[in-house]
């Protein structure tokens, strides 16, 4: 059984910066591909940012140039480091696990969810 579990998420005021954690279990972290997802009050849920298994990254237009996405095999964790976050930002944070190790694969695991509040 495949568990994920995300912490981080917190209130930070805008232009702030935070870094959430995904800890994950239950197979073999190295081989698939990871990634976060948001959900906003009345929004879908959408991508935010994805690494593959080998480290490959690929990031939504409104991520580019402030989020960066890791993972740590040797710990089975992913991270999403955020700077210069917005009150757009504001969001349920996913945690995911792709069928493959490639980055745009479906998602067959998700996790909890944290909150991410950006105040102005």
């Known amino acids: 059984q495949v568990q994920l579990v995300e912490s981080g998420g917190g209130l930070v005021q805008a232009g702030g910066s935070l870094r959430l954690s995904c800890a994950a279990s239950g197979r073999p972290f190295s081989l698939y591909a990871m990634g976060w997802?948001?959900?906003?009050?009345?929004?879908?849920?959408?991508?935010?940012?994805?690494?593959?298994?080998?480290?490959?990254t690929d990031y939504a237009d409104s991520a580019k140039g402030r989020f960066t996405i890791s993972r740590d095999n040797a710990k089975s964790?992913?991270?999403?480091?955020?700077?210069?976050?917005?009150?757009?930002?504001?969001?349920?944070y996913y945690c995911?696990?792709?069928?493959?190790?490639?980055?745009?694969?479906?998602?067959d695991y998700w996790g909890q969810g944290t909150q991410v509040t950006v105040s102005s």
């Not at 997802?37 to 080998?54: C, L, T, W």
């Not at 995911?96 to 998602?107: D, K, N, P």
């Open 37 to 56: 997802f948001r959900q906003a009050p009345g929004k879908e849920r959408e991508r935010v940012a994805s690494i593959s298994y080998d480290g490959s």
């Open 96 to 107: 995911a696990t792709m069928r493959s190790g490639y980055y745009l694969a479906a998602v």
């Open 77 to 92: 964790t992913m991270y999403l480091q955020m700077n210069s976050l917005k009150p757009e930002d504001t969001a349920v």
